[in-house]
């Protein structure tokens, strides 16, 4: 069964950083772009990053604007966010996804999602 399990999440005063990870099992991903997403209450769901098989190319929400950096690391089959000069407006559910149906930089069709992790940044 494939599983996607982040962690990280938690709660930050406004300007802080958390780094969040997303391991992966089940299968291999080090083949396949893989993603962040959040959810913010009563809002729908927000592309954040992605990050291709390698590494080499990412993509960020307008949003971003260099706050946030993915990464991936295919040895532990898991990626990462780091979120630095969080806002309170960056207060929501992150998902990881993996294994896109069509451009990493813009589909939002993911073949697997993880439940998420909060994070609540207060101001």
């Known amino acids: 069964q494939v599983q996607l399990v982040e962690s990280g999440g938690g709660l930050v005063q406004a300007g802080g950083s958390l780094r969040l990870s997303c391991a992966a099992s089940?299968?291999?991903?080090?083949?396949?772009?893989m993603g962040w997403f959040r959810q913010a209450p009563g809002k729908g769901r927000e592309f954040v990053a992605a990050?291709?098989?390698?590494?080499?190319?990412?993509y960020y929400g307008d949003f971003v604007k260099g706050r946030f950096t993915i990464s991936r690391d295919n040895a532990k089959n898991s990626v990462y966010l780091q979120m630095n000069s969080l806002k309170a407006e960056d207060t929501a559910l992150y998902h990881c996804?993996?294994?896109?149906?069509?451009?990493?930089?813009?589909?939002?069709?993911?073949?697997?999602w993880g439940q998420g992790t909060q994070v609540t940044v207060s101001s």
């Open positions: 990050i291709n098989w390698s590494g080499d190319n990412t």
């Open positions: 089940g299968r291999t991903f080090r083949n396949n772009g």
């Open positions: 996804a993996a294994d896109a149906v069509g451009s990493i930089s813009s589909t939002v069709l993911w073949n697997y």
